[in-house]
């Protein structure tokens, strides 16, 4: 598998932002057959970081009502919680290794 179909994207909101402050861990979501070690190796190659843990999270999918009782699905989603293992390493999202 290739390394940039494994990260989809990082997953920007104010929870894990403040988490990426606090305890030095960065959320990404990823595709559905990805592994912990694809996932380390990635953000290695691509962020050039060493990774301490990797805890992977499964969402399931989720239904709103529209307008007239339309319903609207959600994709499932797959998401992992890596933690650096330089607690002065940070990610910059806007440039690739």
Known sequence: MRIYNILKKPVITEKTS???VISNCYVFEVSTDATKIDVKK???DLYGVEVASVNMLNTREKFKFGKKWAQVKRRSTKKAHVTLKDAKAKIDFSILK
């Open 42 to 44: 990635s953000v290695l």
């Open 18 to 20: 403040n988490l990426g």
